[in-house]
């Protein structure tokens, strides 16, 4: 479980995947597509690892962690809520998911959807992205360690 950006196709209002996962067929311009977002997310983002499987590809960038998942035609980012204990982790955490949600949009034209928080990904809207991360990872945090507000204690 993890923070979702998600991607839009051009000329669509969803991502028109469904649940079902089709096996891969990426096209010439999809492929070199990809070859450049990892390109770039390694040399402007971090060191980054890739895996391709049957259905997708993913590219896995640490330190604060976050996965890309790539098929083509949809994507999607998911950053781990453990980066939430203090304001500049979660704060780092989301912009560069937003700065590798950028990254995808140029390469791809797919435009980025933070759901979390219902906007299109734009820097003016990472601090809304920070506190709904934050807020959302602390209490799962306190859910795990079993602190709950409703509890007396």
């Known amino acids: ?39 770039r997310a390694q040399q402007e983002i971090g060191p980054a690892e890739e895996d391709r499987y049957p259905t997708h590809l993913e590219l896995w960038l640490e330190d604060p962690a976050r996965q890309l998942w790539y098929a083509g035609s949809s994507a999607s980012i998911e950053v781990p809520y453990r980066y939430t204990t203090t304001a500049a982790s979660a704060h780092a955490a989301m912009a560069r998911a937003y700065a590798l949600a950028r990254v995808v949009f140029a390469e791809t034209g797919m435009q980025a959807v933070d759901h979390e928080v219902g906007q299109a990904v734009h820097d003016d809207g990472l601090p809304r992205a920070v506190a709904r991360y934050r807020g959302v990872g602390q209490h799962v945090g306190g859910l795990v360690e079993g602190r709950d507000e409703h509890s007396t204690g």
């Open 1 to 39: 479980m993890g923070y979702d950006i998600g991607f839009l196709p051009p000329g669509r209002d969803d991502d028109g995947q469904g649940d079902e996962l089709r096996p891969l067929h990426l096209t010439d311009e999809q492929e070199a597509a990809w070859r450049r977002i990892v390109m």
